[in-house]
């Protein structure tokens, strides 16, 4: 599975961005889906996760509140909605597929996107 991460870009802190994950070459609803984010310096960290039908999601605790996950299957996109976004949330910004569970271990994804810089501003 081929993922393709777009949408990241430079923000004032309070602003907004949406993320989106497109797969390429194959449909992507057998597939959970994650976002994670790598801060510099930082290690990766998880950030939100969707199951395959998009009926459960799952969050950090950092997003919760401020950003949403959701799928689109017909259209094999994850999407990443993010609001609020304060300077700490500046990072690389990964989506990734898992073939197993709904899970924030970086581990269980076997396939990740390039990812999408978001960098947000004081």
């Known amino acids: 599975v081929q993922l393709q991460a777009s949408g990241g870009g430079l923000v004032q802190a309070g602003g907004s961005l949406r993320l989106s994950c497109a797969t390429l070459g194959r449909t992507f609803s057998p597939y959970v889906m994650g976002w994670f984010r790598q801060a510099p310096g930082k290690e990766r960290e998880f950030v939100a996760a969707?199951?395959?039908?998009?009926?459960?999601?799952y969050y950090a605790d950092s997003a919760k509140g401020r950003f949403t996950i959701s799928r689109d299957n017909a259209k094999d996109t994850v999407y990443l909605q993010m609001n609020s976004l304060e300077p700490e949330d500046t990072a690389i910004y990964y989506c990734a597929a898992t073939a197993l569970f709904l899970s924030s271990t970086a581990d269980q994804y076997e396939y990740w996107g390039q990812g999408t810089l978001v960098t947000v501003s004081s």
């Open positions: 969707i199951s395959r039908s998009g009926g459960r999601k």
